[in-house]
């Protein structure tokens, strides 16, 4: 059974940095690309991050340069270390991969970042 445990949000100034994790089970970890998404009240959740099994990353453009995709295929864990943070960046965070979302949509319960001004 796939689950997906988000950890590591909280609250933040501006210009703070956090860093989240997500342990994954009830997959083949090392061979699935994974991601990192967001959902901000009242919008569309939004892919931020992601990372292939080789570990070659890509990031949304208002990401690029603050935000840092990584993977522990040992620990089935995958992480966001994310610096420079502005409100904007306030949501909820998921991780997930995209063999899950595709065959299942499962998600995990997210994990709460918030950043004040």
């Known amino acids: 059974q796939v689950q997906l445990v988000e950890s590591g949000g909280g609250l933040v100034q501006a210009g703070g940095s956090l860093r989240l994790s997500c342990a994954a089970s009830g997959i083949t970890f090392s061979i699935n690309a994974m991601g990192w998404y967001r959902q901000a009240a009242g919008k569309q959740r939004e892919l931020v991050a992601s990372i292939t099994s080789g570990g070659s990353t890509n990031y949304a453009d208002s990401v690029k340069g603050r935000f840092t995709i990584s993977r522990d295929n040992a620990k089935n864990t995958v992480y966001l270390q994310m610096n420079s943070l502005k409100p904007e960046d306030t949501a909820v965070y998921y991780c997930?991969?995209?063999?899950?979302?595709?065959?299942?949509?499962?998600w995990g319960q997210g994990t709460q970042v918030t950043v004040s001004s």
């Open positions: 997930n991969a995209p063999l899950i979302i595709h065959t299942s949509n499962y």
